[in-house]
């Protein structure tokens, strides 16, 4: 099983990113996906989640309104498009998939396979 994170980068604050996580060797469409980001020090705090069986989404307060979950189950790909970044918006984000999950996976010892993070970096 591989979650291979892409599309962190440099951006100002106000600015917009969009990760792209593409999953293989499971079958994705039976899989809850997440996000999730810890900063240097901190721990790791979800974001946003997507169940497997539904269109609804759930999302950390600290997010909600600003960044949008999604997926393409044609593609075994799981987004996450950020937008009005902010500094402390600045850490390494990870997307995270559980099996069959239909509610709200918000912590991390809920999912079973991790991919390697990419940087996000907002300056101000």
């Known amino acids: 099983v591989q979650l291979q994170a892409s599309g962190g980068g440099l951006v100002q604050a106000g600015g917009s990113l969009k990760l792209s996580c593409v999953v293989s060797g499971l079958t994705f469409r039976t899989y809850a996906l997440g996000w999730f980001r810890q900063a240097p020090g901190k721990e790791r705090e979800f974001l946003a989640t997507i169940p497997w069986s539904t269109s609804r989404t759930y999302y950390a307060d600290s997010v909600k309104g600003r960044f949008t979950i999604s997926r393409d189950n044609a593609k075994n790909t799981v987004y996450l498009q950020m937008s009005s970044l902010k500094p402390e918006d600045t850490a390494l984000h990870y997307c995270?998939?559980?099996?069959?999950?239909?509610?709200?996976?918000?912590?991390?010892?809920?999912?079973?396979?991790w991919g390697q993070g990419t940087l996000v970096t907002v300056s101000s």
């Open positions: 995270a998939a559980v099996r069959y999950y239909t509610g709200r996976a918000d912590r991390s010892s809920q999912y079973g396979y």
